[in-house]
């Protein structure tokens, strides 16, 4: 069945960094868009990135600090975030879908989420 598996959430400082992993498995990886969404406490589904073949998409908050990439190999999907802000504290969910979209309720496969908190 499909799975996607995130981690590498953590409690970090401003300013500091992260990288948040997605182990994709189910269902052929390297053929889906893939998209990072976040969910901040009491707020809606936030769309953060997407990654297709090689373009890669970005909301205007993670423009310049997030960095979306893939490894189609290792069927893992991964977002690096830099300069973290106490705004970013959020529950991180990576999702597959078929297109380019920053709608989350058309993504496909969705996985548990991962939470970052940044406070100091």
């Known amino acids: 069945q499909v799975q996607l598996v995130e981690s590498g959430g953590a409690l970090v400082q401003p300013g500091g960094s992260l990288r948040l992993s997605c182990a994709a498995s189910?269902?052929?990886?390297?053929?889906?868009?893939m998209y990072w969404v976040r969910q901040a406490p009491r707020k809606g589904l936030e769309w953060v990135s997407s990654?297709?073949?090689?373009?890669?998409y970005y909301a205007n908050f993670a423009k310049g600090r997030f960095t979306i990439s893939r490894d189609n190999a290792k069927n893992t999907l991964y977002l690096q975030m830099n300069s973290l802000k106490t705004e970013d504290t959020a529950v991180y969910y990576c999702?597959?879908?078929?297109?380019?979209?920053?709608?989350?309720?058309?993504?496909?496969?969705w996985g548990q989420g991962t939470q970052v908190t940044v406070s100091s």
């Open positions: 990654i297709g073949t090689s373009n890669t």
């Open positions: 189910g269902f052929t990886f390297s053929t889906y868009w």
């Open positions: 999702a597959a879908g078929g297109s380019f979209g920053r709608n989350p309720s058309a993504y496909t496969y």
